[in-house]
Antibody, heavy 120, light 109 residues
Framework: QVQLVESGGGVVEPGRSLRLSCATS????????IHWVRQAPGKGLDWVAIIWYDGSKKYYADSVKGRFTISRDNSKNTVFVQMNSLRDEDTAVYYC?????????????WGQGTLVTVSS | QSALTQPRSVSGSPGQSVTISCTGTSSDVGGYYYVSWYQQVPGKAPKLMIY???KRPSGVPDRFSGSKSGTTASLTISGLLPQDEADYYC?????????FGTGTKVTVL
């Protein structure tokens, strides 16, 4: 079955960096794009970034552009997001999700999320 | 990249129908036939209910239906059941990137 498992969350001070991982299984990883979506405590879903199946295209929300970098390792079926210059407002549960239909579709299968808390 | 606009809450009695609207712009909802809807219960990951405006993934009951007119998409839940009580989010493709709606809490009275 399709599985996505996020890891790497934790408590970090403002201005510092963190790297999240999304390990996948149960589907041909190199054929699918992957999204990152976040949800601040008690708030709605907030789309963060997407990477195409082959890593050739990446798109970011304006709120994270220039600070976050999405990447993938198709040999390890894993996607990463490097988060730099973290701000209080980046505090959220971060979900990775598979693109339905392959390269650029909306999220279909989701992980359970990893909590990132930015606080001094 | 402004969030799509949804009503904060809607409610209905068991067996009734409710409709949730999702208003965007010509750069997102109005420009593409790629609107999806998600159901989220507290503490859980979202679940895809509708994609490509009106298509249902395998396993989603046909009580859930989607449509779009211009820059507004809609999700209708027919024959409300207690287990439909949850938060619902729309999501639209916006030319490479995506944008979510503000979310709607559905209450079954």
């Amino acid at each position: 079955q399709v599985q996505l498992v996020e890891s790497g969350g934790g408590v970090v001070e403002p201005g510092r960096s963190l790297r999240l991982s999304c390990a996948t299984s149960g589907f041909p990883f190199s054929n699918y794009g992957i999204h990152w979506v976040r949800q601040a405590p008690g708030k709605g879903l907030d789309w963060v970034a997407i990477i195409w199946y082959d890593g050739s295209k990446k798109y970011y929300a304006d709120s994270v552009k220039g600070r976050f970098t999405i990447s993938r390792d198709n040999s390890k079926n894993t996607v990463f997001v490097q988060m730099n210059s973290l701000r209080d407002e980046d505090t959220a549960v971060y979900y990775c999700a598979r693109c339905s239909g392959g390269d650029l579709g909306p999220p279909d299968y989701w992980g359970q999320g990893t909590l990132v808390t930015v606080s001094s | 990249q402004s969030a799509l606009t949804q009503p904060r809450s809607v409610s209905g009695s068991p067996g009734q129908s409710v409709t949730i609207s999702c208003t965007g712009t010509s750069s997102d909802v109005g420009g593409y036939y790629y609107v999806s809807w998600y159901q989220q219960v507290p503490g859980k990951a979202p679940k895809l209910m509708i994609y490509d405006v009106s298509k249902r993934p395998s396993g989603v009951p046909d009580r859930f239906s989607g449509s779009k007119s211009g820059t507004t998409a809609s999700l209708t839940i027919s024959g409300l059941l207690p287990q439909d009580e949850a938060d619902y989010y729309c999501c639209s493709y916006a030319g490479g990137l995506y944008v979510f709606g503000t979310g709607t809490k559905v209450t079954v009275l």
